[in-house]
DNA sequence: CAATATACATCAGACATTTATATACCTCAG
DNA sequence: CTGAGGTATATAAATGTCTGATGTATATTG
């Protein structure tokens, strides 16, 4: 069943995960970067979020989610409010704003690749709406130790990056 | 089946499929954009190509592909030569050095996401494997025009982009 | 052979992302 | 209640990458 020898597995997912996120996004000439997008939809399902955990949920760094931030506010498409429970801490909310450009964006993507689509099976629609899911888990596996009081190793090295 | 409507589904798979690809290739340390790797696979599965045909693989502008070959030739992964049936075109081809960085990509992308793969059954290693072939061919029939002489509109409209 | 189209390179400008650092606030031991 | 240390975010400086416009060489066509 696979093309792909296991080792190559990984890799190739990431690779055509990337390369159909560019192709299908730019398609909708969507001038942000997607991980604005991506915030926007956190922000609209997940409800309120404070900066720093956007910056881990992306795996960007703080000053990036800061800046992602003050360009979605500056558009008016987030509100940044203090936490009533923390003063350092800021809560980012949807404006109806952002949630219009949300709702445009589905609307455009939708159009340039559900034609597409539209010539597969059932089955293969299936896989992609359960590959959705499985993605969404997978990178959330992949995330440095998130999860409240593992007690794992604390991984103190540094980690590099990309991009 | 669907958990998501369907005007959600493209949006949703866009969304994921860049996370994912994001978080998996920053797990690996590699440094360098995730086009790159893509076009290193390209060279490497389906031959020499052009730095046009790059571009359009990746829906670049030509003049972003020609500074990201720029930057694999400078680090020795890929050789440019001039196309022998036609001297404005280059040609570029991977190296032994290019296919080594690929593999060591692949073998480090595999070590972080296999932990998590192997929590999933067979049935959904099943449906990622095939979701990479979808995405692959999904992202191919977004792209503009590419088969030759389709004859159909040459949008001769702007196209805006992103990023 | 001249006119036009194609393939790529170069340049300037705009953005986005990173690391390092600063600031404000919170927690808690003493 | 005070001060040390940690946390959440902001800011600064450097780097890298993308796009659009334009230049140069080659190909094609009438």
Do not use: W, Y
């Amino acid at each position: 069943m696979s093309a792909t020898p296991p080792d190559q597995f990984a890799a190739r997912l990431i690779a055509q995960g990337s390369r159909f996120a560019r192709i299908a996004s730019r398609a909708t000439g969507s001038s942000r970067p997607l991980v604005a997008m991506r915030v926007l939809a956190t922000l609209q399902f997940d409800g309120p979020q404070r900066i720093g955990q956007l910056a881990a949920h992306e795996r960007f760094t703080q000053p990036a989610m800061t800046a992602t931030i003050n360009r979605l506010e500056a558009d008016g498409l987030v509100t940044r409010t203090t936490d009533p429970s923390d003063a350092r801490a800021v809560v980012v909310t949807l404006t109806e704003a952002g949630l219009a450009e949300m709702t445009a964006f589905r609307a455009k993507a939708a159009a340039h690749v559900l034609p597409a689509m539209e010539r597969l099976g059932a089955d293969d629609l299936a896989v992609l709406a359960r590959a959705a899911d499985l993605l969404e888990k997978l990178a959330d596996d992949c995330l440095p130790a998130s999860p409240r009081r593992v007690g794992a190793a604390p991984t103190p090295s540094k980690e590099s990056d990309d991009h």
